[in-house]
T-cell receptor, first 117, second 109 residues
Framework: EAGVVQSPRYKIIEKKQPVAFWCNPISGHNTLYWYRQNLGQGPELLIRYENEEAVDDSQLPKDRFSAERLKGVDSTLKIQPAELGDSAVYLCASSFASFPRSSYEQYFGPGTRLTVT | GEDVEQSLFLSVREGDSSVINCTYTDSSSTYLYWYKQEPGAGLQLLTY?????DMKQDQRLTVLLNKKDKHLSLRIADTQTGDSAIYFC?????????FGDGTTLTVKP
């Protein structure tokens, strides 16, 4: 079974340019997460989707970041315009959430390493 | 908000046991996890424990949970050089996960 797929793996852009990341979750997983991981730190949640609905986007900097998950499958995360401080690894993860209780085991993709110059 | 704390580094000899510790603040956490991250890769789920359990064993891995003290530990028996990586503790409450900053485990031959 294929794992979580992310592309591109690496991206170098100049500040003020736009950038987009793509994620394809594990088949059948209804929950999708975007995280940002700064060097030497753990992942920080940017947005969580349950199917097509963004159920937690409280940490997403909405002035420059946007995300979508059309049809409840793959997702894109966009930054426009990028700033120097956006340099980080952007991780996508997916899980299968069943209600009323779920273990929320997350399966991560390899990430996209973004460098803003 | 919720917080998860881990020590930054641990160094052990090959064949010894490793114990990685974690504390968390969210008393409503329902599940607690251990993930492993190798260079250039995403996080790999190692194991998890439900908050009403005290211990879970899975081959070389033993997870201990002290809910009263909000303390979680991961013991790796017979540590191998391939276990060298960063280990993250995480907790989930109501579907939202908070991760620690990771413990870098170095295994010396």
């Amino acid at each position: 079974e294929a794992g979580v797929v992310q592309s591109p793996r690496y991206k170098i852009i100049e500040k003020k340019q736009p950038v987009a990341f793509w994620c394809n979750p594990i088949s059948g997983h209804n929950t999708l997460y975007w995280y940002r991981q700064n060097l030497g730190q753990g992942p920080e949640l940017l947005i969580r989707y349950e199917n097509e609905e963004a159920v937690d986007d409280s940490q997403l900097p909405k002035d420059r970041f946007s995300a979508e998950r059309l049809k409840g499958v793959d997702s894109t995360l966009k930054i426009q315009p990028a700033e120097l401080g956006d340099s980080a690894v952007y991780l996508c993860a997916s899980s299968f959430a069943s209600f009323p209780r779920s273990s929320y085991e997350q399966y991560f993709g390899p990430g996209t390493r973004l460098t803003v110059t | 908000g919720e917080d998860v704390e881990q020590s930054l580094f641990l160094s052990v000899r090959e064949g010894d046991s490793s114990v990685i510790n974690c504390t968390y603040t969210d008393s409503s956490s329902t599940y607690l996890y251990w993930y492993k991250q190798e260079p250039g890769a995403g996080l790999q789920l190692l194991t998890y424990i439900f908050s009403n359990m005290d211990m879970k064993q899975d081959q070389r891995l033993t997870v201990l949970l002290n809910k009263k003290d909000k303390h979680l530990s991961l013991r790796i028996a017979d540590t191998q050089t391939g276990d060298s990586a960063i280990y993250f503790c995480a907790e989930t409450g109501a579907g939202k996960s908070t991760f620690g900053d990771g413990t870098t485990l170095t295994v010396k031959p």
